[in-house]
């Protein structure tokens, strides 16, 4: 079984920045593709950003510039938020597919995250 912990949200003033972690716990974390999303209220989720075993990157065009999605070989993957905007303020959720390319459509994630509370104030 595969279980993702989110940490790091919290509540952080416009211009501020953030970082979440996902630890990754179960099967080989390094052949996992890792995705971000994010769902405010009242609104779908959104994808936000994803990284392959190999590094690569792919972003939403709302974030990029601003996030960075790393990972390490300590089967945790990482979300530094930076310019955080009223408008980021949601709960974001780490996902993992086993192998492949970055994603956009959260059908293909096979495992989530709790997720964790980002709210920028103004």
């Known amino acids: 079984q595969v279980v993702l912990v989110e940490s790091g949200g919290g509540l952080v003033q416009a211009g501020g920045s953030l970082r979440l972690s996902c630890a990754v716990s179960?099967?080989?974390?390094?052949?996992?593709?890792m995705g971000w999303f994010r769902q405010a209220p009242g609104k779908e989720r959104e994808f936000v950003g994803g990284i392959t075993w190999s590094g690569s990157t792919s972003y939403a065009d709302s974030v990029k510039g601003r996030f960075t999605i790393s990972r390490d070989t300590k089967n945790t993957v990482y979300l530094q938020m930076n310019s955080l905007k009223p408008e980021d303020t949601a709960v974001y959720y780490c996902?993992?597919?086993?192998?492949?390319?970055?994603?956009?459509?959260?059908?293909?994630?096979?495992?989530w995250g709790q997720g964790t509370q980002v709210t920028v104030s103004s």
């Open positions: 996902a993992a597919r086993d192998g492949g390319i970055v994603l956009r459509s959260q059908e293909r994630y096979t495992y």
């Open positions: 179960g099967r080989t974390f390094s052949t996992y593709v």
